[in-house]
């Protein structure tokens, strides 16, 4: 066998096999999957209110799109909205919960939004099962950063992330050149970044129901 050719089985052999055997070693995709739920995607770079700060309210415009307590088409960019309408980024988890319910309340709607400090993977997983969209807070930076998480299928969770595709490093960094709609971050890596004690039940994290 050619060397040229031995090469390429024995890469595209790794390709298939690694990321059955090691799941948390999978790169991030962008892969539309029928685990997950349909929210609208907002990229915060485009905000026209502090790009660089409001993941928590881009985060949050994908979700009231999603249940129909903002509309684009009568308000215009959602995430400008929500900065104008709630006074900032409300990036604290009672601040963007209180953003949440607030909106929700001034709508006649009776959704809210359940958040905590002291959250757990097994939560997140179940509320993901149950059909609910959820926002959580983690270190894919250094500084912090937000996401919707809309679905869990065992192996990797699909993200709406704001900010662009995670290097899928805790404390990491981001490639904002691309749309981070429908991300697919491996379980491992995903979980790692969101919790900081490594016994997951520390998640900030937020379920709207």
């Known amino acids: 066998m050619k060397p040229i050719l031995r090469t390429f089985r024995a890469q595209l052999l790794a390709a298939l096999l690694l990321p059955a055997i090691f799941p948390g070693t999978a790169l991030a995709e962008s892969v539309k999957g029928t685990d997950a739920l349909q929210l609208p995607y907002w990229k915060q770079t485009e905000n026209r209110h502090e790009p660089e700060r409001t993941c ?51 709508n006649g709607s009776d959704l809210r939004a359940y958040s905590k400090t002291d959250g757990t993977i097994e939560e997140l997983r179940e509320a993901l099962a149950a059909g609910y969209p959820v926002i959580v807070h983690g270190w894919f930076t250094p500084s912090g950063h937000i996401v919707v998480v809309t679905g869990f299928n065992g192996r990797s969770y699909t993200v709406h992330d704001p900010n662009g595709r995670w290097d899928l490093k805790k404390w990491g960094g981001y490639d904002t050149s691309v749309s981070g709609e429908d991300m697919r971050y491996p379980r491992d890596a995903f979980e790692l970044a969101i919790n900081d004690n490594g016994t997951g039940d520390d998640l900030w994290l937020h379920i709207f129901r």
């Open 56 to 106: 928590s309210l881009t985060s949050l415009a994908m979700v009231t799109d999603y249940l129909g307590l903002t509309d684009p088409a009568k308000n215009g960019r959602t995430p400008d909205f929500l900065f104008e309408q709630l006074n900032g980024v409300r990036q604290t988890v009672p601040a963007l919960q209180d953003g949440f319910n607030t909106l929700a309340k001034k």
